[in-house]
């Protein structure tokens, strides 16, 4: 029998219905509602299409949205006023800009120019700090990891005592995710391995993981022998393989050779319609986090607390 296929598409949509109660029950409590502010610098096709559905998703939600584009030769310094512009409007409480950014700007410097308050990507060194801390310090988990994480627990997989191994160390996955199911708490509790280029013996890291989550970006780097009968496998992988004579889109695969996995995994995550739909659904509900912890501190403000 063949492995239950964990819908990124399905998950988001569950998640994004429930997101838009949030946003209608906060609209009706105090007539506010999130505001949200991607901007793209240039017109990399993939980050324009990345930010176009992020914009589409936060207008179906009903949030305020600001799309704000400028061209590729903005300088570090007017990004970075940019940034501070909105780090001091009341009415955006997440501050988006795709990356990558082009080569003349410090992407660091820009990710650190985010206010932590409004850094709905999660990306910044006091978020991740947060994260690292963990329980209730943590204030913006990072959109893809969290997403890895949600699909995990919603998909019922049991994380506590589990064996998770993440293959791949990066900042924007690996190392976050592998932090987040070490945490003490729900959805995590999991005996943690971190492999990367360096390890030895990869394939029998693999093979004894409950729970395997692979974010290194080479097709097919998984062999379903690598596989634990029963386990739940994430797929981060996004792939492009070549172009569809037929639609003209490119061909994504992820990092797993999903046809054969599915046939031994318990659970799988598919390549696309897996991990990527969810990034999108934890970015929106940062922001909606972002809204009410606004408002909250406008709250004590008034009251002198
Ligand atoms: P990255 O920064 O390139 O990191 C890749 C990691 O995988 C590195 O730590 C690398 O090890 C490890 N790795 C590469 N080849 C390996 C091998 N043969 N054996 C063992 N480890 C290997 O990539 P990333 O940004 O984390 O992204 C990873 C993949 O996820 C990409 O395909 C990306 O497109 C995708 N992604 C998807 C989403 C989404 O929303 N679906 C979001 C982000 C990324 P070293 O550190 O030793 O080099």
């Not at 570090?76 to 800009?97: F, M, R, S, T």
């Not at 310090?137 to 064996?163: D, F, H, K």
């Not at 993981?209 to 981060?236: C, F, H, M, S």
């Amino acid at each position: 029998m063949g492995a239950e296929i964990i819908s990124g598409i399905q998950m988001r949509k569950e998640i994004l219905a429930e997101l838009e109660q949030d946003v209608a029950a906060m609209k009706a409590e105090y007539g506010q509602v999130p505001g949200l502010v991607t901007i793209l610098v240039g017109e990399n096709p993939a980050s324009v299409s990345y930010v176009t559905l992020k914009v589409q998703t936060a207008l179906s939600l009903g949030f305020h949205e600001v799309q704000d584009n400028q061209p590729a030769d903005i300088s570090e310094q007017g990004l970075l006023a940019l940034i501070e512009k909105y780090n001091n409007d009341p009415a955006i409480h997440g501050i988006l800009v795709q990356l990558p950014l082009p080569k003349h700007i410090n992407e660091e410097a820009v990710i650190n120019a985010i206010s932590p308050d409004k850094d709905v990507d999660g990306f910044h060194p006091v978020n991740l700090g947060k994260m690292v801390i963990g329980g209730d310090n943590v204030r913006y988990l990072p959109c893809t990891p969290a997403g890895i994480q949600e699909m995990i627990v919603r998909s019922g997989t049991e994380t506590e005592g589990a064996e998770v191994v993440v293959v791949g160390r990066s900042n924007i996955v690996g190392k976050p995710i592998a932090v987040m199911m070490g945490q003490k708490g729900r959805g995590a509790n999991s005996t943690v391995t971190m492999v990367h280029t360096r390890t030895k013996d990869l394939d029998a890291h693999c093979r004894r993981a409950d729970i395997l989550i692979v974010a290194a970006g080479v097709p097919g780097l998984v062999k379903p022998e690598w596989i634990k009968p029963g386990a739940t496998v994430i797929d981060v992988g996004v792939n492009r393989v070549g172009v569809s004579e037929e639609t003209g889109k490119a061909i994504l695969c992820g990092d797993v050779d999903f046809d054969q996995a599915r046939e031994i995994a318990g659970k799988i995550t598919p390549v696309p319609g897996g991990v990527g739909p969810m990034t999108i659904a934890m970015l929106m509900k940062n922001t909606v986090k972002s809204a009410r912890w606004h408002r909250e501190q406008e709250g004590l403000t008034r009251t002198g607390k």
